[in-house]
């Protein structure tokens, strides 16, 4: 008997990488058993930046292939689209009635935007995007949110807003957590390991995309920055090497040390190579399953899993409705 809930969700926009892999989705696929998963895509975050409407539909169902070929299971878990459930954006609403322009100020994402210059024309959709991810979390009174580390601020957000309405109007939301994972937490770009891995990163270089082929994969593993010196070693202070040991790791289950191993005496040549083939013998087969999924069977998954999460989603909507005194 499952007892505990788990929620996450990825953004349909720009390419999944194995960022998005190693910090979210791998956690998920090993979670599903143990826990009472729902897994979504958020298209409403995604419009908080302009979106052309063609390209936001095709990534949906994308994302809803890469879950599924990634291992998702839609018989131990749930699976479905944001916009497909309405709850979310009306639990948003009365969230956003209880979260303070303090509490969003803070968050980085929006900080980073704002210091780039951009605060007078950023939305407010990028703004308020937390709190829409707070009511995607508590609606469904989830105790889990494993994600990788840059949403935890988000998550801490959420902590709050329920720990708000609990006080307000008494015990109705669940207070989540945020859950990493060791070394899949930040993976960062292969053209610059100070930053994290990004799907909007403008190189091409930056990331390896989940569906990226085996030549791309070639090119950008060769092209990766390192560290000055020669030695294969896991250490801080040679942060290029140490995020290539991290996907080497947790993509071929060797330990960091065993790579340290593995490697002493020889170069980043062989190390280099070692790991393309590493990165393309795990996408293959991922990328295979992917390619067998048609468009129609991933809609149908969503729309059952929409089916499903609906009943959890009125139902809590209800309480949270009558603890608030709202009469509809
Ligand atoms: P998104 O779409 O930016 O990222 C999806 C997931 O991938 C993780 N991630 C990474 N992990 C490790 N290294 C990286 N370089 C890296 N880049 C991204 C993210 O932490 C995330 O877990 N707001 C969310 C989507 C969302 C959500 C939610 C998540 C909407 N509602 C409710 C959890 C719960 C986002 O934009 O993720």
């Not at 390419?15 to 190693?22: A, D, E, K, R, T």
């Not at 291992?71 to 309405?86: H, I, N, R």
């Not at 993976?187 to 403008?202: N, R, V």
Request: charge should be negative; charged fraction near 25%; hydrophobic fraction near 45%.
């Amino acid at each position: 008997m499952k007892t505990q809930r788990l929620f996450s969700a990825v953004q349909p926009s720009g390419n999944l990488h194995i960022g998005n892999y190693l910090g979210a989705i791998a956690q998920w696929t090993a979670l599903q058993a143990e826990y009472d998963a729902i897994f979504c895509i958020a298209d409403l975050h995604a419009i908080t930046v302009p979106q052309d409407p063609v390209a936001l539909r095709a990534k949906t169902i994308e994302i809803a292939k890469i879950y599924l070929a990634a291992g998702v299971d839609p018989e131990q878990c749930t699976l479905f689209a944001q916009s497909q459930v309405k709850e979310h954006t009306e639990l948003m609403w009365i969230l956003n009635t209880l979260a303070r322009l303090g509490d969003l100020e803070k968050m980085t994402q929006f900080k980073d935007k704002s210091a780039k210059g951009e605060k007078e024309t950023a939305g407010v959709g990028l703004f308020d995007y937390p709190v829409l991810m707070a009511a995607d979390i508590l609606l469904y009174d989830t105790a889990i949110v494993p994600v990788g580390e840059d949403q935890l601020q988000h998550i801490e957000l959420a902590r709050t807003l329920a720990r708000r309405f609990n006080d307000r109007f008494g015990e109705s939301f669940v207070v989540p957590e945020g859950r990493v994972t060791r070394g899949g937490a930040r993976i960062m770009g292969l053209d610059d390991p100070t930053k994290k891995m990004s799907k909007s990163a403008t190189s091409e270089y930056n990331a390896i995309a989940l569906t990226d082929t085996a030549e791309a994969i070639r090119k950008k593993i060769k092209k990766a920055v390192t560290d000055s010196g020669s030695e294969i070693v896991y250490r801080d202070d040679k942060p290029a090497l140490k995020n290539l040991i991290n996907i080497y790791s947790l993509l071929s289950m060797k330990t960091p040390e065993s790579i340290e191993e593995l490697y002493r005496g020889r170069g980043y040549g062989d190390f280099k190579t070692d790991l393309a083939e590493v990165v393309i013998g795990f996408l293959a087969p991922f990328q295979e399953r992917f390619a067998a999924i048609s468009d129609e069977e991933a809609l149908a998954v969503l729309e059952a899993g929409a089916a499903e999460a609906r009943i959890l989603a009125t139902g809590k909507m209800r309480l949270v409705r009558e603890r608030i005194g709202l009469i509809g």
